[in-house]
């Protein structure tokens, strides 16, 4: 088609698009072009911001690499890992589900690890969390046999794929659900950390006047064949960044409750504890479907000096 104004050229790619043979990427293709365009013509793009907006595009893509992915931090911060891990859960977004964001920090093969096993794997300060966990089908059953990927940050605020300081894969292990469906496991009580910010995402999040703080919280993805696979995020009731979480994750389904315990009055389950430990038990509970994991957002780990950590105020 040859453009004779502003509306032929949403025409000409929507005609375009309609060429493709694969009816969902052409209903997704279409659906893209017509918002995007009429996302433009909203906001009236001026040539400068749309070559500010391509630059913004691009350096998130030259910041990804192995151990991290400004990508899904961006999508984080926009709300939409959030939007569609909920509208693709919990009965396509019609109830409550303990699935929850992916992150842009889990690794593939993590350490198999026994249940009621640590998953500490180099000196790490922190109070000792002892977890204790069930995976059920919607009906309630015990899922038996399911694999079940652990990780969380440090108290300092790093993932060990971000801290040259930490052993390669601290905090991080893999459980098998037993006839219960249960897992249990040790590790330190995690803290709140901030995202980086040395990227656009923090150009966006420094111009909304936002603070860059995710709650504390522990990751869990659960894998068995007949089960769709679900990631989620169990955050500390006790954080008190819930409410404004940088990445839309705080679910009420998973705000769990770490419970304080002292070891003067009440020993822990282990005898080398001392003062504050703590617990959490927690349920989760997949959908069937299909068990298909992801392309993990980041493959490596960090090397050379410990990344400093920056952390922004929210704006009144």
Not at 185 to 211: C, E, M, N, W
Not at 250 to 270: C, F, I, K, Q, S
Request: glycine share 10%; proline share 8%.
């Amino acid at each position: 088609m040859i453009i004779k104004n502003q509306q032929d050229v949403t025409e000409a790619v929507l005609a375009e698009a309609a060429r493709a043979d694969d009816p969902r990427l052409r209903e997704i293709l279409s659906a893209g072009v017509r918002h995007l365009h009429a996302f433009v013509r909203e906001v009236r793009l001026t040539e400068a911001e749309f070559h500010q907006l391509c630059g913004v595009i691009a350096r998130a893509g030259q910041l990804t690499n192995a151990f991290h992915n400004e990508v899904v931090l961006a999508a984080g911060s926009l709300g939409v890992s959030s939007l569609v891990c909920l509208l693709n859960n919990g009965d396509n977004g019609q109830t409550e589900t303990s699935a929850n964001l992916m992150g842009p920090f889990w690794r593939m093969d993590s350490p198999v690890t026994p249940n009621g096993g640590s998953i500490v794997r180099s000196p790490t300060p922190g109070d000792p969390i002892f977890v204790n966990a069930w995976v059920r089908d919607r009906d309630g059953r015990p899922v038996a046999g399911a694999e079940v990927d652990v990780w969380h940050s440090s108290t300092e605020g790093f993932y060990e794929n971000q801290d040259p300081a930490q052993g390669d894969m601290n905090l991080r292990g893999k459980f098998t659900t037993d006839q219960d469906g249960r897992i249990a496991f040790r590790s330190i009580k995690p803290a709140g950390y901030p995202i980086p910010v040395t990227g656009p995402v923090g150009d966006l999040i420094k111009a909304q006047g936002r603070h860059n703080m995710r709650p504390a919280h522990i990751h869990f993805m659960i894998y068995k064949p007949g089960y769709k696979t679900q990631f989620s995020q169990v955050y500390s009731s006790d954080d008190p960044n819930l409410e404004t979480d940088v990445q839309f994750g705080v679910t009420e389904a998973l705000v769990g409750r770490y419970v304080a315990h002292d070891a003067a009055g009440e020993p822990a389950p282990a005898p080398d504890v001392q003062g504050r430990w703590y617990t959490l038990d927690q349920h989760f509970v997949v959908e069937p479907g299909e068990a298909r994991l992801p392309k993990p957002p980041i493959t490596g780990k960090a090397d050379g000096d410990r990344p400093v950590l920056t952390v922004l105020e929210r704006r009144p």
